[in-house]
């Protein structure tokens, strides 16, 4: 099994933070790990998504399980059997008025997990914490912004 989790408190509102991770259009904008995503909020519905993995380019559809309106957003992949799951969690915590706790939450698992984390981890590791970080900041930034036009 292959767990990675990134916690990070970012100064905004949970409305925004929830903008933010559900803005798919607008991925390509902040988001270098996925810089382009489509879904519904709607667990069933698919999520496509172009994920760059190193030097790789990859689409991949996977399917919405779970939405919690301003506070978790759910996807798994289509399961190989016994062989090979994962699930995919933004979880989101207001904190304050202007503070949320934002988590990032990849899950690899099965069989073939051992063979397929090792094979990819190093790469999942740095895209998850990138995509975490570039989250933050682009949440802070749009909270600046709707405190500056007040």
């Known amino acids: 099994m ?13 409305d ?3 903008e933010v991770v559900t803005g798919f259009s607008d991925y390509g904008e902040w988001n270098s790990f996925t810089p382009a995503c489509d ?5 069933g519905a698919p999520i496509t998504m172009t994920v760059k993995l190193g030097r790789r380019v990859i689409r991949q559809t996977e399917s919405v399980s779970e939405v919690v309106p301003k506070s978790l957003f759910e996807y798994r992949m289509k399961p190989l059997g016994p062989f090979l799951r994962s699930y995919r969690q933004h979880r989101i915590t207001a904190t304050g008025p202007n503070d949320t706790q934002y988590q990032s939450v990849f899950v690899l698992y099965g069989w073939l997990s051992p ?3 090792a094979l990819m981890a190093k790469d ?3 895209g998850f914490e990138r995509m975490s970080r570039e989250l933050k900041k682009r949440a802070e930034s ?8 007040d």
Request: hydrophobic share 55%.
């Open 2 to 14: 292959l767990k990675l989790v990134y916690d990070h408190h970012i100064t905004a509102p949970v």
């Open 16 to 18: 925004v933070v929830w």
């Open 39 to 43: 879904a519904e909020l709607q667990p």
């Open 115 to 117: 063979i397929v984390g």
């Open 124 to 126: 999942l590791r740095a």
């Open 142 to 149: 749009v909270a600046t912004k709707l405190v500056q036009s």
